[in-house]
């Protein structure tokens, strides 16, 4: 239990020393105020910037749905990028020779030494991500309209899902990789271009990032989207577990 504690301990320091918390707080929370303004003044700023003699541009007023779904398209970019980095160097002390021959000739399980780091950095950013989503959801209520709070309790869950998720492949390809650049470097390729999943016929009823647009789907359709993250978050950690647990120490500088 001491391990396990002091573990996350640790981590929680390493986020706030290395400036990752500080990122994770303020890109959230930029996106979770401004997407609510951003949202209302894009059809102005469309029919500005489009509209000639010949061409008139008709946009839509923007509606709370639009605010949020502008919150969570930014979000899970920049946001996902910066939730992959805390996920990969959350094992950063595997890949340096000195670190790792430290933990592991100290620790009795290894386990107890890992999981600690890994859901301290999913309790961080998905706090993050939801503190942002309820200002977003604030703001919105004071530029355009109240949201309804069924549809910001549905919203928040399913991306919380996906960034845990998202979190959960970096930690596998560190695991794997022990390169932190090559790790960082090919979740944020890989969760880039799992949104295509969306253009293959059916993908759409089984795809985690359905879950993206938990805000305006029904609770029926997200069942098998919620079963396949939760699946390969499950699978991601599993196969991490066991790729540590036999990986020797890395000798090389």
Same mark, same amino acid.
């Given at each position: 239990?001491? %391990?396990?504690?002091?573990?996350?301990?640790?981590?929680?320091?390493?986020?706030? $020393?290395?400036?990752?918390?500080?990122?994770?707080?303020?890109?959230?929370?930029?996106?979770?105020?401004?997407?609510?303004?951003? /949202?209302?003044?894009?059809?102005?700023?469309?029919?500005?910037?489009?509209?000639?003699?010949?061409?008139?541009?008709?946009?839509?007023?923007?509606?709370?749905?639009?605010? %949020?779904?502008?919150?969570?398209?930014? #979000?899970?970019?920049?946001?996902?990028?910066? #939730? !992959?980095?805390?996920?990969?160097?959350?094992?950063?002390?595997?890949? $340096?020779?000195?670190?790792? =021959?430290?933990?592991?000739?100290?620790?009795?399980?290894?386990?107890?030494?890992?999981?600690? *780091?890994?859901?301290?950095?999913?309790?961080?950013?998905?706090?993050?991500?939801? !503190?942002?989503?309820?200002?977003?959801?604030?703001?919105?209520? =004071?530029?355009?309209? @109240?949201?309804?709070?069924?549809?910001?309790?549905?919203?928040?869950?399913?991306?919380?899902?996906?960034?845990?998720?998202?979190?959960?492949?970096?930690?596998?390809?560190?695991?794997? %990789?022990?390169?932190?650049?090559? !790790?960082?470097?090919?979740?944020?390729?890989?969760?880039?271009?799992? @949104?295509? %999943?969306?253009?293959?016929?059916?993908?759409?009823?089984?795809?985690?990032?359905?879950?993206? !647009?938990?805000?305006?789907?029904?609770?029926?359709?997200?069942?098998?989207?919620?079963?396949?993250?939760?699946?390969?978050? /499950?699978?991601?950690?599993?196969?991490?577990? *066991? =790729?540590?647990?036999?990986?020797?120490? *890395?000798?090389? #500088?």
């Amino acid at each position: 239990m001491n %391990l396990v504690l002091t573990s996350a301990h640790v981590e929680f320091k390493r986020l706030t $020393r290395t400036g990752l918390l500080t990122g994770l707080v303020a890109v959230f929370a930029f996106f979770g105020v401004s997407s609510p303004a951003l /949202a209302l003044l894009l059809p102005d700023l469309l029919r500005s910037a489009a509209s000639t003699e010949q061409l008139t541009v008709h946009a839509a007023t923007a509606t709370p749905g639009d605010a %949020l779904a502008l919150y969570v398209q930014s #979000a899970m970019q920049l946001g996902l990028v910066l #939730a !992959a980095a805390v996920a990969v160097t959350a094992l950063g002390w595997d890949a $340096r020779p000195g670190s790792s =021959v430290f933990y592991r000739t100290r620790s009795v399980s290894l386990a107890a030494l890992v999981l600690p *780091r890994v859901l301290v950095g999913w309790v961080v950013v998905v706090v993050c991500h939801l !503190a942002a989503l309820t200002a977003a959801a604030v703001s919105t209520a =004071v530029v355009i309209a @109240p949201v309804e709070s069924q549809e910001i309790v549905r919203l928040g869950a399913a991306t919380s899902a996906y960034l845990v998720m998202a979190m959960a492949i970096g930690h596998v390809l560190m695991a794997t %990789l022990r390169r932190t650049a090559a !790790a960082l470097a090919t979740t944020t390729l890989l969760m880039l271009v799992l @949104p295509l %999943l969306n253009s293959l016929p059916g993908a759409v009823a089984w795809a985690p990032t359905a879950l993206l !647009a938990a805000a305006t789907a029904s609770s029926g359709a997200l069942v098998v989207p919620y079963l396949t993250t939760i699946g390969t978050t /499950a699978a991601c950690l599993l196969v991490a577990a *066991r =790729v540590t647990a036999h990986r020797s120490i *890395r000798r090389d #500088a």
